[in-house]
Nanobody, 126 residues
Framework: QVQLVESGGGSVQAGGSLRLSCVVS?????????MGWFRQAPVKEREGVSA???????SYADSVKGRFTISKQNAENTLYFQMNSLKPEEPAMYYC???????????????????WGQGTQVTVSS
């Protein structure tokens, strides 16, 4: 089993920044394979926002490119997500996810991930 715990959510004004963290524990290898950040707003589908694979290649949804940055700290088993210039339409529950493998083109697919955190809420006010 793998456990994921997110933190760092909160309330910011439009244009503000937040940094999310996700600590991974349990039956993990010393290096993960794929990890990602997803978000889900009320009455909407959960969508992939960003992901990173074992080789360090990153993938971003078009809507966040240039504003959000995913990174990882293997020694701490921690995934980070720096979100800058947040927009009023981006409030959602943000989830960390962990998976075994996916082709680069599929890193933002929900079905590539087996383990999920409980989520951390992000609110953006205009």
């Amino acid at each position: 089993q793998v456990q994921l715990v997110e933190s760092g959510g909160g309330s910011v004004q439009a244009g503000g920044s937040l940094r999310l963290s996700c600590v991974v524990s349990g039956n993990t290898y010393s290096t993960y394979s794929i990890m990602g950040w997803f978000r889900q707003a009320p009455v909407k589908e959960r969508e992939g926002v960003s992901a990173i694979n074992r080789d360090g290649r990153t993938s971003y949804a078009d809507s966040v490119k240039g504003r959000f940055t995913i990174s990882k700290q293997n020694a701490e088993n921690t995934l980070y997500f720096q979100m800058n210039s947040l927009k009023p339409e981006e409030p959602a529950m943000y989830y960390c996810a962990y998976g075994a493998w996916a082709p680069f083109a599929g890193l933002l697919r929900k079905d590539a991930y087996r383990y999920w955190g409980q989520g951390t809420q992000v609110t953006v006010s205009s």
